[in-house]
């Protein structure tokens, strides 16, 4: 079942996607706009459908400790997207030192249209600072192309390997750098729009930015 969708829609898609609330358990906080980054992580078997978003950086002082993902579930004989967004949370070190994730921030740059989102996923300790994803290959003019499927992370403490809780299809590929720093301050993602007949992909890639 293919998805039509209105070009008022996807303007307002396109409008809308990269302007983020942040939040936290007690208010809200501003963004960093302007926030400076030391080096960029990426991994290489991305998918190319889609354009990249708009970066989007965890409040100045505040790094990434948790992340949640926006996942379609697989819809049998639907056009499924599998992956559709991606989500950091983000802490300030210096006031939430006993890692109770009572206070935190949440920052994402482009999303797809479908799915849901999933619990936080925690680090104990430490902020995230490699990723790696599991992607989909094209599947030729017949086959229903996914791109983007799943997400993990390490924590800087003990290198603990977080899972996302996306789809199975596709290959794990190599993992990104490990970020110099502290961890992954930020998030640039590559979607694509709904393609109204044709094959929805959503998500094809993702950039972290890491910081002091």
């Known amino acids: 079942m293919y998805r039509f969708l209105s ?16 939040q936290s358990s007690s ?3 501003e963004r960093s706009i302007s926030r400076s980054y030391i080096s960029v992580l990426t991994v290489p078997n991305g998918m190319h459908w889609g354009t990249w978003g708009w970066q989007q950086m965890c409040p100045t002082g505040t790094y990434a400790a948790g992340f949640s993902l926006k996942v379609e ?4 004989d639907g056009d499924d997207t599998a992956l559709n967004g991606i989500r950091l949370h983000c802490i300030d070190p210096s006031r939430d030192s006993a890692y109770s994730h009572e ?18 996923n925690w680090c104990s300790s430490g902020f995230l600072k490699t990723f790696q994803l599991r992607v989909e290959s094209a599947q030729g003019w017949v086959r229903d192309d996914t791109a983007a499927n799943n997400i993990r992370f390490t924590c800087s403490d003990g290198g603990v390997v977080l899972d996302g809780s996306g789809l199975d299809w596709g290959d794990w590929g190599y993992w990104s750098k490990t970020c110099q720093g502290k ?3 930020g998030i640039k993602t590559r979607i694509e729009l709904p393609q109204g007949i044709g094959d929805d992909t959503a998500l094809n890639d993702v950039m972290m930015y890491c910081c002091y």
Do not use: A, D, F
């Open 183 to 185: 961890g992954i301050c």
């Open 7 to 22: 070009m008022t829609v996807i303007s307002l898609l396109v409008i809308l996607g990269p302007h983020v609330s942040i």
């Open 73 to 76: 579930r697989k819809l049998g």
């Open 103 to 120: 206070h935190y921030s949440t920052v994402q740059s482009e999303v797809g249209s479908w799915g849901t989102w999933t619990n936080i």
């Open 27 to 29: 208010g809200r906080l």
